[in-house]
């Protein structure tokens, strides 16, 4: 495969770049495309010195995959140049999610929906893709009614700036911020910008795309998303009413069974999800799994991922992986 990775030179592109590597997807030949002021840079791959190109070379050198991961807007402007050229994108930006004539892809839960027609292909938002992980197979079982969801969000989900910023304060030296107020020793409700609902888009993202993900729009979700001083990951408190009861027990050896999902959950050991433990790694972790005893057929639990990784990276390189298994590229 003639592969693309559009944002090399970004938080995820790096990360994706270390994925395909990690995999052993086949890459025959690599184009690294970033903006203008990167043109040019070199870029290392299994070894191998790449020199950074722009979209409109990308575009001339008809890659037979692109993995976007360079904002809504590159995105909304190139991908369909990409398409046209013959190239299938696989897009992480929030530009395409929503768009009715495209997929919005969890390999796990429905990759079976794509079709060699599928030129633009979009990967959700990174706190979405670690809650339908779980929800997904729960609610074949129980059928899912209502989700309340709050999120406890990484700032490597803002970027390399939200790290900095971090960093800067650990040391006390004033400098760029990516949020209107510090992150060290704080928490701020707000992750990304407010709608005329009140809601900010992060957590819109997480009531249409869990809906779109599993099909079902009668799927109650309300979120509110949290940024928090973290790197190693996103955490999620989940409240599940299902139209059946369930046996806990059950829900457990349903979710150890499932692909991508880690049940860490003990209390005797004081084992459940944390991000220091899901950095790096590419499982959804989940914990904390009771009964909600103040109603009918609910249930909580706790889960973490790298937001990076499955929650980004990861989740893009297995739609990938699942089209080149099945000659759809």
């Known amino acids: 495969m003639k592969v693309a990775v559009v944002g090399a030179t970004g938080m995820v592109g790096e990360v994706m770049l270390q994925v395909l590597a990690e995999r052993n997807f086949p890459v025959s030949e690599l184009i690294p495309v970033a903006s203008e002021k990167s043109v040019g840079k070199e870029i290392e791959f299994k070894g191998k010195k790449y020199k950074v190109v722009g979209l409109q070379t990308a575009v001339d050198m008809k890659a037979d995959i692109a993995l976007f991961s360079a904002g809504g807007e590159t995105s909304l402007a190139w991908a369909p140049k990409f398409a046209e050229a013959g190239t299938t994108v696989i897009d992480n930006s929030s530009a395409w999610r929503m768009d009715p004539t495209k997929k919005l892809v969890v390999p796990e839960i429905n990759a079976s929906e794509l079709t060699k027609e599928d030129k633009i292909i979009a ?70 910008s407010f ?15 869990t809906q779109k993900i599993i099909g079902d729009k009668s799927i109650a979700v309300t979120a509110t998303a949290i940024r928090i001083p973290v790197v190693g990951g996103h955490s999620e408190a989940v409240n599940v009413e299902f139209s059946n009861d369930f046996d806990v027990n059950e829900v457990r050896n349903i ?74 590229v």
């Open 255 to 328: 979710l150890h069974h499932t692909a991508g999902v880690t049940v860490q959950d003990n209390n005797d050991t004081y084992t459940y999800p944390m991000p220091l433990y899901a950095q790096g790694k590419d499982d959804v972790f989940v914990g904390r799994i009771r009964r909600d005893e103040s109603q009918p057929n609910s249930l909580n639990m706790w889960i973490v991922a790298d937001n990076l990784r499955k929650g980004a990276a990861t989740n893009t390189v297995q739609i990938a992986e699942y089209l080149v298994a099945n000659n759809l």
């Open 195 to 209: 709608e005329d609902n009140g809601y900010t888009k992060e957590e819109m993202k997480l009531v249409r795309e």
């Open 123 to 192: 990967n959700p938002n990174c706190s979405t893709i670690q809650m339908v992980m779980v929800l997904a197979p729960l609610h074949k079982k129980y059928n899912i009614k209502r989700v309340i969801v709050s999120t406890y969000q990484s700032i490597t989900g803002t970027g390399v700036k939200a790290v900095q910023q971090l960093e800067n304060e650990y040391a006390g030296i004033k400098g760029e911020m990516a949020y209107k107020y510090q992150i060290h020793r704080n928490a701020i409700p707000q992750c990304d």
